[in-house]
């Protein structure tokens, strides 16, 4: 004889939904994850991936891993950047450094962003500009070091052209990018709406082209600071490039490592600066900013 046993009944869940005996069983583990993770600030979060570098260097210092003549351990490096500061060294350094960068991001700039407008704005410029700058931009900058010397001596003037020229190339291309970026149906709704020539420029093109702007001044600053560095080198006679090389004649990769920490700072600096720029200036623009 046999039994039919009945299939106990099993409850229909719509799509995407759980049935709470499940919800008892299987607790949810990544959003709970994700909000203690979103609780600890920002700033500390940013800092993990620096802190546990600099608990590595000091590690393989500490156990010999890492020799003092192939890199100076964290506490030297301390203690170096601390006299150099006392004495006014760096301090001086960093301010020569600072002004060269100003002045040959200042004069990049103008000139990067002027030719950019050019081209973008109008064809006939486009015709006359676009292709000269577009064959010099693929010449490495670094490389016009010697016709630099040539032309410019051996004093500030080539370390500034070298600053000059990595800027300008970066703006022209995102300014000129950013321009031709914007989309035709607002130049359309701006017509419509009786904007003329120049009130379009102001009004929709300008606007529209400025976050390729501020990306491409983002781009300028990271190459002005290495143009410095290799500027810096050209028979200098103070910065910190000339302290860099100070130290290389003498071994002391203490000194070089400050320089390099210095070189680094100024830029996150900078960084900064234009990231708090684009956040005044790009408020009308809604972003991503992660989850």
């Known amino acids: 004889m046999t039994v039919d046993h009945a299939p106990p009944d099993i409850p229909v869940v719509p799509s995407g939904e759980r049935p709470a005996e499940l919800e008892a069983v299987v607790p949810a583990a990544g959003p709970g994850k994700r909000s203690s993770l979103r609780a600890v600030p920002r700033w500390l979060r940013r800092t993990v991936g620096p ?3 600099l608990v590595t260097w000091q ?15 964290p506490g030297t490096v301390a203690r170096s950047a601390g006299d150099l500061i006392a004495d006014g060294t760096l301090p001086t350094a960093m301010g020569v450094s600072l002004r060269r960068v100003a002045v040959g991001l200042l004069l990049g700039g103008v000139a990067g962003t ?3 407008l050019a081209s973008g704005l109008s064809r006939l410029g486009e015709d006359l500009i ?8 693929t010449v490495p900058f670094i490389g016009l070091i010697p016709l630099l010397i040539i032309w ?9 052209a070298l600053i000059a020229l990595g800027v300008a190339f970066h703006l022209y291309l995102n300014v000129y990018a950013g321009i031709r970026g914007v989309d035709e149906q607002l130049i359309e709704a701006g017509q419509s709406l009786g904007l003329g020539r120049w009130g379009l420029v102001r009004h929709v093109i300008l606007p529209g082209a400025l976050p390729g702007a501020m990306t491409g001044l983002r781009y300028s600053l990271a190459t002005a600071w290495l143009a410095l560095v290799f500027g810096e080198s050209i028979n200098a006679d103070a910065g910190i490039g000339f302290l860099m090389n100070q130290a290389r004649e003498f071994f002391r990769t203490d000194v070089i490592v400050v320089c390099l920490v210095v070189y680094a700072f100024l830029g996150l600096l900078a960084d900064a600066v234009v990231r708090t720029l684009e956040r005044l200036l790009l408020q009308w623009r809604p972003t991503f900013k992660g989850q």
């Open 51 to 53: 802190l546990l570098l």
């Open 59 to 73: 590690v393989l210092s500490s156990t010999g891993v890492l020799h003092p003549d192939t890199l100076a351990s």
């Open 114 to 116: 002027a030719l950019a």
């Open 130 to 137: 676009d292709a000269t700058v577009q064959m010099l931009r």
């Open 152 to 160: 410019l001596g051996i004093g500030e003037a080539p370390k500034i």
